[in-house]
């Protein structure tokens, strides 16, 4: 190939974002501080939660949720298998049990009537994905969750900037965003929970350094309080503010770089149309029936033979993804279920078929235009020669 290698993704980090994260390393205090009480703040004023915890991931603020939640031995869990893998990761390190729901088969996200149909009196917490920047449906998601006394967080680690019915997801129920590098904003690795529970945010913030009475950082002696003593044993999952001050100054164009990734989506999906016509197994997902504005965080298409389909485009000098491989059909949970002898509890046929399938297309904001056609020319290239 005579053109350079288009990745499926690359951060897109601007002057501002380099002015800002030099700024730190020149300040004398690059860890935990103001600059991490700062991304906390602006996560508040996007979401319009009361409260926001900075981690050093998605996964760390998940295990401390689980932690906060009692999670453990007996209890059961729901959420999809299309998910990513941490989730159903942390909930068997904890002793519990995941119980998986199936997917719409065109926009890969759960339902209210699949959770519904997974309850049981030994449910101590849903855990919904919003999906490729498309928000679930959240009104009767939360009213079963809330009928039924059960907590629910919802993984927004897709959906900073998706809006559902003109709010934005994240505002009103416990949510985890992610900054990781793929992420539409990036801290290179961060996680961001929000939520209106003063408690549960005052024992995340103790759990995410050591389970000392304060903070990292001490805005009165500028640094740690030396008398600072354990409250509870905790973690060490703060997020130093290097990080945070990169992830806020992204944060502060965040309008710019959705609206840019919406263009891109829409340029695919022009284009795919007509490939679709040359080639039906084609299969962008759906948009959701109800009303949103989505993040296009990725780009994912149903395309037959995933696997080998990755590795022509490979050769065509171009990157994808998948997102994700089923949690239950991945070689630990596939043995742990073939040795039970039981089957799962809830037939999972769309999230198999979609598993099987889906790709993800480079998709990010640098991209051209050019870029896209490239993509879809070289996907015409490898489904019609083999
Ligand atoms: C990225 C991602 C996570 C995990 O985020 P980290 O910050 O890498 O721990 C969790 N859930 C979903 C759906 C994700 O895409």
Same mark, same amino acid.
């Given at each position: ?21 030099? &700024? ?162 990036? &801290? ?199």
């Amino acid at each position: 190939m005579s053109e350079t290698f288009l990745p499926f993704c690359r951060p897109q980090i601007s002057p501002d974002d380099i002015a800002a994260v030099t &700024a730190v390393l020149n300040s004398g205090w690059i860890t935990t501080g103001a600059k991490t009480a700062a991304l906390e703040a602006a996560f508040c004023e996007l979401t319009g939660a009361r409260h926001a915890v900075a981690m050093s991931s998605a996964t760390a603020a998940l295990h401390l949720y689980l932690l906060a939640k009692g999670i453990g031995p007996g209890a059961e869990v729901i959420t999809p298998s299309l998910t990513w893998v941490s989730t159903v990761n942390l909930i068997t390190l904890l002793g519990a049990t995941p119980v998986y729901v199936d997917v719409d088969r065109d926009n890969l996200m759960t339902t209210a009537d699949a959770i519904e149909r997974a309850i049981t009196p030994r449910t101590k917490l849903i855990i919904p994905v919003h999906f490729a920047g498309a928000p679930l449906d959240l009104d009767p998601i939360r009213a079963l969750a809330a009928a039924h006394g059960i907590p629910l967080l919802e993984d927004t680690a897709h959906a900073l900037g998706t809006l559902y019915k003109g709010i934005p997801v994240g505002r009103g129920a416990d949510s985890i965003f992610s900054l990781q590098a793929i992420k539409n904003v990036t &801290a290179a690795e961060g996680g961001v929970l929000v939520t209106d529970d003063d408690e549960l945010a005052a024992k995340l913030r103790r759990l995410r350094f050591h389970g000392l009475g304060v903070d990292a950082y001490d805005r009165a002696t500028q640094g740690r309080n030396p008398q600072a003593e354990v409250m509870e044993p905790g973690f060490k999952y703060n997020l130093p503010d290097m990080c945070s001050v990169l992830a806020t100054s992204q944060l502060a164009r965040l309008d710019r770089i959705n609206a840019r990734r919406a263009e891109l989506a829409a340029r695919y999906h022009e284009l795919l149309r007509e490939l679709s016509q040359e080639q039906p197994q084609v299969q962008p997902l759906a948009a959701p029936a109800w009303p949103h504005k989505h993040s296009w965080h990725l780009f994912v298409v149903r395309v037959p033979e995933r696997d080998t389909f990755i590795e022509a485009m490979k050769a065509q000098g171009i990157g994808c993804g998948i997102h994700f491989r089923a949690v239950h059909q991945q070689k630990y949970y596939r043995e742990l279920h073939a040795k039970s002898g039981a089957p799962l509890p809830h037939a999972l046929p769309n999230t198999e078929w979609n598993s099987a399938r889906i790709c993800s297309l480079p998709l990010f904001p640098d991209m051209t235009a050019a870029d896209v056609e490239r993509v879809v020319q070289a996907m015409r290239t490898v489904l019609t020669t083999r």
